[in-house]
């Protein structure tokens, strides 16, 4: 049971990235699946999340407009488009299995992260 990140990068303010997940050793169809970071110095923060079959995503606040989740059940990946990166957005981020609410709960699964950082 596995989930690999990738895609991280160093880029300039402005700049785009897409991370990658790559999903094995469980029914990837049938889970939710969330994007989540951590900055410096910072905890957990959730990013966004898709439902079974992407037709549901959830962003916060500073991610609307500017990030767009998605997944291919074929592939047993999930993807995150970032755009118009900011300082800010310079953090480690993981991939995990569940919503926007229930990502963090016990037995729900998370990655090892790829490590995003913006600046000029």
């Known amino acids: 049971v596995q989930l690999l990140e990738s895609g991280g990068d160093s880029v300039q303010p402005g700049g785009s990235l897409r991370l990658s997940c790559v999903a094995s050793?469980?029914?990837?169809?049938?889970?939710?699946m969330t994007w989540v970071r951590q900055a410096p110095g910072k905890g957990l923060e959730w990013v966004s999340s898709?439902?079974?079959?992407?037709?549901?995503?959830w962003y916060e606040d500073s991610a609307k407009g500017r990030f767009a989740i998605s997944r291919d059940n074929a592939k047993n990946t999930v993807y995150l488009q970032m755009s118009s990166l900011k300082s800010e957005d310079t953090a480690l981020y993981f991939c995990?299995?569940?919503?926007?609410?229930?990502?963090?709960?016990?037995?729900?699964?998370r990655g090892q992260g790829t490590q995003v950082n913006v600046s000029s």
């Open positions: 898709i439902d079974y079959d992407g037709r549901r995503t």
């Open positions: 995990a299995t569940g919503g926007p609410n229930n990502w963090n709960n016990p037995g729900e699964l």
């Open positions: 050793g469980f029914t990837f169809r049938k889970y939710y």
